[in-house]
């Protein structure tokens, strides 16, 4: 089955820096990807995906970019705000309907 | 709509108990999944259906746990006994299938076992 691996679990950020967080994964069928956020106490919501057909997706202060090749795909995070401190889980799909998830990286953003 | 709906919100019981957690997808999806959430394993996909009927329960980690889903708008996950490892946030989430990968998760029963 899929494998995904994220990093880092931990992120800190000052207020108006970028963020990269980055995931791995293992099966080359997989075609779908998405990002879902969670705020402290909260459910996760999806934030942006991204398919194996596009190189790169874009929806205001955040971005998805994917190399197929390489098997990794990464959320970047510009002009970052207190408001984007929550866990980011990551998420590969590989032809099925089931999402195989990342185990999350915990974003800090210091004011 | 108002979303998937799971209740408790928070349960606390003692080892032993027997702990009922339920369900209610949105309408309309087909597919229904339930995960755990735990600081040390993240979120693990427990066992998931697709038109009410069970598909995958590999996730589900001892026969402590079982699931049903006796119609498109309810499902329950049952642990029995229940163990202190068992503390957890159990989501419930749906989805669309087919066309919509996107999951619509429920706010979650954080589990408390004493």
């Known amino acids: 089955g899929e494998n995904v691996e994220q990093h880092p679990s931990t992120l800190s950020v000052q207020e108006g820096d970028s963020a990269v967080i980055k995931c791995t994964y293992s099966d080359s069928a997989s075609n779908y990807f998405p990002w879902y956020k969670q705020e402290l106490g909260k459910r996760p919501q999806l934030i942006i995906d991204?398919?194996?057909?596009?190189g790169e997706k874009k929806d205001q202060r955040i971005a998805v970019t994917l190399n197929k090749t390489a098997k990794h795909f990464s959320l970047h995070i510009t002009e970052t705000q207190p408001e984007d401190s929550a866990v980011y889980f990551c998420a590969a799909r590989e032809g099925s309907y089931i999402p195989t998830f990342g185990r999350g990286t915990s974003l800090i953003v210091h004011p | 709509d108002a979303g998937v709906i799971q209740s408790p919100r928070h349960e606390v019981t003692e080892m032993g108990q027997e702990v009922t957690l339920r369900c209610k997808p949105i309408s309309g999806h087909d597919y229904l999944f339930w995960y755990r959430q735990t600081m040390m394993r993240g979120l693990e996909l427990l066992i998931y259906?697709?038109?009410?009927?069970?598909?995958?329960d590999s996730g589900m980690p001892e026969d402590r746990f079982s699931a049903k889903m006796p119609n498109a708008s309810f499902s329950t996950l049952k642990i029995q006994p229940s163990e202190p490892r068992d503390s957890a946030v159990y989501f419930c989430?749906?989805?669309?299938?087919?066309?919509?990968?996107?999951?619509?998760f429920g706010s979650g029963t954080q589990l408390s076992v004493l």
């Open positions: 259906f697709n038109n009410n009927v069970p598909i995958d």
């Open positions: 989430a749906s989805s669309l299938g087919a066309t919509n990968e996107k999951l619509f």
């Open positions: 991204i398919r194996s057909n596009v």
